[in-house]
């Protein structure tokens, strides 16, 4: 099962919690350059991991004088990016696991262990999804009321999901 993304909804149920909030009030000039080229640099999983978000940040800084909005706008441009990693990830990590659950069932240990790989990436995938939307919307929520709640979400959901992506394309490097 691919990992539905559901940040239209979260965006426009944050944006009325923040009164005056309009919608990004210039054209996003978001391009994935910045990310791939700090990936294409970084030594190791750590280095990988701060890489999240570098595109967003480029993106703002494109801007003259950007509002929340626009910000939050930029980080959503590259939760987006991560999303499609994310579920190309997945849909070849899928792969993988029927093929080693196949393999698996030839083996005669198969019937005392009745579990399957693709059963149980579903279900981890599935469960981050939701996870990863209560814990942006309590980031968010955190801050409602202030000119952040948006930017708090947007950032979350952006680098929850950039985390997940990589995680998903090591496992289907292993």
Do not use: H
């Amino acid at each position: 099962m691919r990992c539905i993304m559901r940040l239209v909804p979260i965006m426009a149920a944050l944006a009325l919690c923040v009164p005056g909030v309009a919608l990004a009030q210039q054209a996003v000039p978001f391009t994935p350059e910045a990310t791939e080229t700090c990936l294409s640099n970084a030594q190791g999983a750590s280095a990988k991991r701060d890489c999240i978000g570098a595109s967003a940040q480029a993106c703002r800084k494109a801007m003259k004088d950007p509002a929340n909005t626009d910000i939050a706008a930029c980080m959503g441009a590259e939760a987006e990016y991560w999303t499609l990693r994310m579920n190309t990830a997945y849909d070849q990590m899928m792969e993988k696991a029927k093929l080693a659950d196949e393999k698996f069932a030839q083996n005669a240990k198969s019937k005392a262990i009745p579990f399957k790989l693709t059963e149980d990436l579903e279900l981890m995938q599935t469960a981050w999804a939701d996870w990863r939307e209560k814990r942006c919307s309590v980031e968010a929520m955190m801050r409602r009321g202030t000119p952040y709640t948006m930017t708090a979400a947007s950032n979350c959901t952006m680098k929850l999901i950039g985390e997940q992506a990589q995680f998903l394309e090591s496992a289907v490097a292993y």
